[in-house]
């Protein structure tokens, strides 16, 4: 499968932001990609997800929406996921996933995903 590269977690007081990064092959990159995260003894949820080709198409899951916002640089083969008023609860390895092909629905089911990261940290302290 595609090799995809998350950067850019770390550690941050509440109430903080953190942009996140995924560096995708290109012919990965063309299709539905997605940020997930799992915290310890948590099962992995999907947070957001967009529709490569055409970036008004996102989903987030309800945990996300308002503060977080998913996207894209074509020219860099490059998701973000953009992530403000952060709370103790956003605390979890981060994954970007990628699924080839025509993305009909950006989805936030994991095994809709064949290609995944290798996950970046975030920690928000209280």
């Known amino acids: 499968q595609a090799r995809l590269e998350e950067s850019g977690g770390g550690s941050v007081q509440a109430g903080g932001s953190l942009r996140l990064s995924c560096v995708a092959p290109?012919?990965?990159?063309?299709?539905?990609m997605a940020w997930f995260r799992q915290a310890p003894g948590k099962e992995r949820e999907g947070v957001a997800a967009i529709d490569s080709e055409s970036p008004g198409r996102t989903r987030y899951a309800d945990s996300a929406k308002g503060r977080f916002t998913i996207d894209k640089d074509n020219s860099r083969n490059t998701l973000y996921l953009e992530m403000t008023s952060l709370t103790p609860e956003d605390s979890a390895v981060y994954y970007c996933?990628?699924?080839?092909?025509?993305?009909?629905?950006?989805?936030?089911?994991?095994?809709?995903?064949?290609?995944w990261g290798q996950g970046t940290q975030v920690t928000v302290s209280s």
């Open positions: 996933a990628a699924k080839p092909g025509i993305c009909w629905i950006p989805s936030l089911l994991g095994s809709d995903y064949p290609s």
């Open positions: 290109g012919s990965t990159y063309r299709s539905c």
